[in-house]
Structures are given as C-alpha cells and as structure tokens.
Nanobody, 123 residues
Framework: QVQLVESGGGLVQPGSSLRLSCAASGFTLDDYAIGWFRQAPGKEREGVLCISNSNGRTYYADSVKGRFTMSSDNAKNTVYLQMNSLKPEDTAVYYC????????????????WGQGTQVTVSS
C-alpha cells in the first residue's frame, strides 16, 4: 500500500537547522517526484520545493531558496528536507507528497500525501 510518513519536526530557535524525513513505501523514488509542502495556521498550503524525477531540476519557493535543500537515499526509499537559517515564518505543518514536479511543487499535481510533521520556530 502506498504510504508516505514524515518525521523530524520539532521546536527550534530562529537561525537553527532541522532535517525532516519522508519515508516512502508502495512505490520507488524512480516512479514519482517527491515534493515538500507546508501549511501555517490560517494560511493556504504552499509548495516548498521538489525535484523532478524526469529532468532532475529542483524547483524552490522564493521564500526558502538558499536555505532549504532536498536529498534522497534510494536504498531506504527516503527523502530528506534540510532546513537551515530557520525563521519564525517557517512555522507550519510540513508534508511530503508524491506526484509530478515538472511545474514545481503544485498541490494539484501531487496525489499521495503524508500525515505531516509540525515545525515550530520560536525564541
């Protein structure tokens, strides 16, 4: 059965770093792109970044470019989100999802979602 499970969230201070994990099962990372999304209280879900599995291009939201990066461990079927220089406005529930990244991290193009993990950035 297709599943995505996020982990690694927590409470951190501004300027610190955090790494989130997304463990995939029921498919391989060659089949679909993995994208990261987030939703803050009272706001719409927004795309953070994704890497196309067809062309290898990385698509970033302007708000995280230069601070967030993705990596993957194909043997573990796991994708990671490295978040550096965290800001209070990064506070949100973070989700990973499987789909198509050719147009960037667009919610409508991702069909399988994890349960989310809370990231809180506060002093």
């Amino acid at each position: 059965q297709v599943q995505l499970v996020e982990s690694g969230g927590g409470l951190v201070q501004p300027g610190s770093s955090l790494r989130l994990s997304c463990a995939a099962s029921g498919f391989t990372l060659d089949d679909y792109a993995i994208g990261w999304f987030r939703q803050a209280p009272g706001k719409e879900r927004e795309g953070v970044l994704c890497i196309s599995n067809s062309n290898g291009r990385t698509y970033y939201a302007d708000s995280v470019k230069g601070r967030f990066t993705m990596s993957s461990d194909n043997a573990k079927n796991t994708v990671y989100l490295q978040m550096n220089s965290l800001k209070p406005e990064d506070t949100a529930v973070y989700y990973c999802a499987a789909g198509a990244c050719e147009l960037g991290p667009q919610t409508a193009n991702f069909g399988a979602w994890g349960q989310g993990t809370q990231v809180t950035v506060s002093s």
